[in-house]
């Protein structure tokens, strides 16, 4: 049975206390604001989140890294009143955040990343809101046919962004570039973060000079599709012999979120 993974998030520097005496000027009290971070079923997701959270006004912004607790789904944070944008993730690379971006360090790629976003008003005393992460990367395979000895050896792929922002759940621009993981011979396989244009690049040498694909424009064609909410993944096989391309989008299949209750 799939095991339900969640978040527990401890409390987050805050400015001012936790309280206001009734006798007290109360506008300038924090505001409690209460938060579920949620992803999808899954035994292979990683224990470890990060959250964060800004003001839109770009006057107070709260970041930190948390880890996982079975049957934990609740964080309070105490924060200045205010509205805020909220984003949480989680994967390898998690913690690497800068403000609200998360961009891949050189040579990683995106497995296991997957995010949230929203907005929410914290102008009052209390507040609540979900966060249900999504998948932000395509699991891309790779098939090498090939009926000769030019056997592929190494095989990459690079393009022009490399993480995210949280915020606005938008690709964030920036050099992406790694070595795809051999699964068999001729077989190779990586997880792409989300992308703003169709400008990812394949190369592969081997028992030949070397060769570089369109992978991005390869994808399009196939109507592969960045936008998605939690992206798809994909096979593509290169016959080298008659230089043919073949390309299938497998859907992602969404796993239910548990019901949650503040």
């Given at each position: 049975?799939?095991?339900?993974?969640?978040?527990?998030?401890?409390?987050?520097?805050?400015?001012?206390?936790?309280?206001?005496?009734?006798?007290?000027?109360?506008?300038?009290?924090?505001?409690?604001?209460?938060?579920?971070?949620?992803?999808?079923?899954?035994?292979?997701?990683?224990?470890?989140?990060?959250?964060?959270?800004?003001?839109?006004?770009?006057?107070?912004?709260?970041?930190?890294?948390?880890?996982?607790?079975?049957?934990?789904?609740?964080?309070?944070?105490?924060?200045?009143?205010?509205?805020?944008?909220?984003?949480?993730?989680?994967?390898?690379?998690?913690?690497?955040?800068?403000?609200?971006?998360?961009?891949?360090?050189?040579?990683?790629?995106?497995?296991?990343?997957?995010?949230?976003?929203?907005?929410?008003?914290?102008?009052?005393?209390?507040?609540?809101?979900?966060?249900?992460?999504?998948?932000?990367?395509?699991?891309?395979?790779?098939?090498?046919?090939?009926?000769?000895?030019?056997?592929?050896?190494?095989?990459?792929?690079?393009?022009?962004?490399?993480?995210?922002?949280?915020?606005?759940?938008?690709?964030?621009?920036?050099?992406?570039?790694?070595?795809?993981?051999?699964?068999?011979?001729?077989?190779?396989?990586?997880?792409?973060?989300?992308?703003?244009?169709?400008?990812?690049?394949?190369?592969?040498?081997?028992?030949?000079?070397?060769?570089?694909?369109?992978?991005?424009?390869?994808?399009?064609?196939?109507?592969y599709n960045w936008r998605k909410e939690d992206l798809?993944?994909?096979?593509?096989?290169?016959?080298?012999?008659?230089?043919?391309?073949?390309?299938?989008?497998?859907?992602?299949?969404?796993?239910?979120?548990?019901?949650?209750?503040?």
């Amino acid at each position: 049975m799939k095991k339900a993974l969640y978040a527990i998030l401890v409390m987050l520097p805050s400015l001012g206390g936790t309280a206001c005496s009734v006798k007290e000027e109360r506008g300038d009290c924090p505001c409690l604001l209460n938060v579920h971070v949620l992803v999808p079923e899954r035994d292979s997701l990683p224990a470890a989140f990060t959250l964060a959270a800004g003001r839109t006004d770009g006057t107070s912004y709260y970041a930190g890294g948390y880890a996982n607790e079975k049957g934990s789904r609740n964080v309070s944070l105490s924060v200045r009143k205010g509205i805020y944008y909220l984003g949480a993730c989680t994967g390898s690379a998690a913690g690497g955040l800068d403000g609200p971006l998360l961009q891949l360090p050189p040579g990683q790629d995106a497995e296991h990343l997957f995010s949230g976003t929203d907005s929410v008003d914290c102008r009052g005393e209390k507040a609540a809101d979900t966060l249900l992460l999504h998948k932000q990367f395509c699991r891309l395979k790779v098939i090498f046919k090939e009926t000769g000895p030019a056997w592929i050896r190494h095989a990459k792929i690079e393009g022009h962004f490399n993480g995210l922002d949280l915020f606005h759940n938008e690709p964030v621009h920036g050099s992406f570039s790694c070595d795809m993981t051999p699964e068999n011979p001729g077989v190779f396989s990586l997880c792409i973060p989300r992308q703003g244009d169709d400008g990812l690049q394949l190369s592969a040498t081997g028992d030949f000079p070397g060769a570089t694909w369109p992978l991005g424009e390869f994808l399009a064609s196939a109507r592969y599709n960045w936008r998605k909410e939690d992206l798809d993944d994909a096979v593509v096989t290169i016959d080298l012999s008659g230089i043919e391309v073949s390309i299938e989008i497998i859907p992602w299949k969404i796993i239910e979120y548990n019901q949650i209750e503040f």
